[in-house]
T-cell receptor, first 117, second 112 residues
Framework: DTGVSQDPRHKITKRGQNVTFRCDPI?????LYWYRQTLGQGPEFLTY????????KSRLLSDRFSAERPKGSFSTLEIQRTEQGDSAMYLC???????????????FGSGTRLTVV | DQQVKQNSPSLSVQEGRISILNCDYT??????FLWYKKYPAEGPTFLIS?????DKNEDGRFTVFLNKSAKHLSLHIVPSQPGDSAVYFC???????????FGTGTRLKVLA
């Protein structure tokens, strides 16, 4: 298992453009999380999937953001009409459900660094 | 509302000495805590965890202490090594939920 993979590693886009990021979790993990980290801050929760169901979206996730996990495997995070304030590291993590062979630990990917110019 | 706080943004320690990183939390419902280490351009890497039913957990050079009455946890690294230089985040979870709340991180620099 190669861990949690995120693609691309870096993305530079012009303000107003749409971007899409992909996350491939550890194959047997049924939970998938998206976090965002800005400079000087810790990761902030964005959204969470249990299999293919999106169970919560943070208020940080405006209407311009959408996440999917269509078959309960990989996930995509799309940002429409990007703004400079969207510049951040977008982190994906996965885990097993606690009590179903998993503890409470996450495995993070290396992140996608988005720069909006 | 910062529920998890790391009040020291940076810490420098000599190689071989002890590094102590601190974390405070406000939500008494938190019952599971982790420390993550992050190198530049990489995602956070799990380091060590502790459940609220314990007050100490040890893994090699890393020990996490939990003081529930003070809502405080700390990470001790002994002996510190230059490769430990990274940003350390503490994170807290209420086991009835699914999302960790992270602190803002402490940048540790271990001097050779």
């Amino acid at each position: 298992d190669t861990g949690v993979s995120q693609d691309p590693r870096h993305k530079i886009t012009k303000r107003g453009q749409n971007v899409t990021f992909r996350c491939d979790p550890i194959s047997e993990h049924n939970r998938l999380y998206w976090y965002r980290q800005t400079l000087g801050q810790g990761p902030e929760f964005l959204t969470y999937f249990q299999n293919e169901a999106q169970l919560e979206k943070s208020r940080l996730l405006s209407d311009r953001f959408s996440a999917e996990r269509p078959k309960g495997s990989f996930s995509t995070l799309e940002i429409q009409r990007t703004e400079q304030g969207d510049s951040a590291m977008y982190l994906c993590a996965s885990s097993l459900t606690p009590g179903q062979g998993g503890d409470y630990g996450y495995t993070f990917g290396s992140g996608t660094r988005l720069t909006v110019v | 509302d910062q529920q998890v706080k790391q009040n020291s943004p940076s810490l420098s320690v000599q190689e071989g000495r002890i590094s102590i990183l601190n974390c405070d939390y406000t939500n008494s419902m938190f019952d599971y805590f982790l420390w993550y280490k992050k190198y530049p351009a990489e995602g956070p890497t799990f380091l060590i965890s502790i459940s609220s039913i314990k007050d100490k957990n040890e893994d090699g050079r890393f020990t996490v202490f939990l003081n529930k009455s003070a809502k405080h946890l700390s990470l001790h690294i002994v002996p510190s090594q230059p490769g430990d230089s990274a940003v350390y985040f503490c994170a807290a979870l209420h086991s009835g939920t699914y999302k960790y709340i992270f602190g803002t991180g402490t940048r540790l620099k271990v001097l050779a």
